[in-house]
Nanobody, 117 residues
Framework: QVRVVESGGGLVQAGGSLRLSCAAYGSTADIVLSGWYRQAPGKQRDLVALIRPGGSTNYGDSVKGRFTISRDDAKNTVYLQMNSLQPEDTAVYYC???????????WGQGTQVTVSS
């Protein structure tokens, strides 16, 4: 099992920045994919960014060039640096990890990000 804990959300004005953190606890040695997703009220949960153990990344089209995902393996933590935030970035942001070998995937409880205009 893996426990995933997000932190760093909050209220920010448009154009501002926030950094989210996602710490994983438990059986983390075989995590093959970590990522951030977000869900705004009444909308589906969408991909924000993914990162693999080797460091390769993928981003959703709406955040490319503004958000950066990174990882600190020593801390079993993944970060999401969000710059040039806009009101449409307002959502609950969820961290997700996938263990290899079919050992399951795990979600955090989510952290609210609100961007005011």
């Amino acid at each position: 099992q893996v426990r995933v804990v997000e932190s760093g959300g909050g209220l920010v004005q448009a154009g501002g920045s926030l950094r989210l953190s996602c710490a994983a606890y438990g059986s983390t040695a075989d995590i093959v994919l970590s990522g951030w997703y977000r869900q705004a009220p009444g909308k589906q949960r969408d991909l924000v960014a993914l990162i693999r153990p080797g460091g390769s990344t993928n981003y959703g089209d709406s955040v490319k060039g503004r958000f950066t995902i990174s990882r600190d393996d020593a801390k079993n933590t993944v970060y999401l640096q969000m710059n040039s935030l806009q009101p449409e970035d307002t959502a609950v942001y969820y961290c997700h990890v996938l263990r290899g070998g079919g050992r399951g995937d795990f979600w955090g409880q989510g952290t609210q990000v609100t961007v005011s205009s």
